[in-house]
């Protein structure tokens, strides 16, 4: 019954969440309509515009929950623009990383191959990532992204973000995987 309880709590707070992120992205977009915008105005309203379907995405990842619970959860394997979503997970940390100064690298190799990936699952990783790197870097830091073809396996694509941080002890690692434990770092 706990089980059901959650499910149906996360129901409707998905359905609540929905309504005003749909104004946000549907408003966003007829702005970005408009011809009297300028640059500047434009690119932060297409940031707003990216970080709403960002987070209606998230709003649906709520109900993954249960279906990771019924193992009624599919992961849509497709080929993804490994660039375009690199580029716009570092978009959705730019704000956060400009109020901390933090400046936001990317090393990839030109031309990358599409990658096999659930493009949400992956741009979430990558959001969380960048977002850890940002949040436990040193003032005036760097994160920096790498893409590359594995060297051993051209098939296989490998992705690092690095950052400027002080990093872990032994001690914090021995901990790292367990649920949201923060290592001391509140």
């Known amino acids: 019954s706990a089980s059901q309880a959650k499910t149906q709590l996360l129901s409707r707070v998905s359905h609540e969440l929905r309504t005003p992120l749909n104004a946000v992205i549907g408003f966003s977009q007829l702005l970005l309509h408009e011809r009297t915008l300028s640059a500047e105005q434009r690119v932060k309203l297409e940031h707003i515009h990216k970080a709403g379907q960002w987070l209606l995405a998230m709003v649906s990842d709520l109900l993954d929950l249960s279906r990771i619970e019924t193992g009624d959860l599919t992961i849509t394997l497709r080929p993804v623009d490994t660039e375009a979503v690199l580029h716009e997970a570092l978009d959705l940390v730019k704000t956060q990383a400009d109020a901390a100064g933090i400046a936001l690298l990317i ?18 990783v990558l959001v969380n990532l960048l977002s850890n790197a ?16 594995d060297a051993l396996d051209p098939h296989l694509m490998r992705l690092e973000v690095r950052d400027t941080g002080e990093g872990m002890t032994e001690e914090q690692l021995a901990h790292l995987f367990e649920p949201f434990n923060r290592l001391g770092r509140e």
């Open 134 to 149: 940002v949040k436990y870097n040193r003032p005036h830091g760097q994160v920096l992204v790498r893409a590359h073809p």
């Open 107 to 124: 090393d990839a190799t030109a031309g990358l191959p599409p990658l096999a990936a659930d493009e949400v699952r992956l741009k979430q």
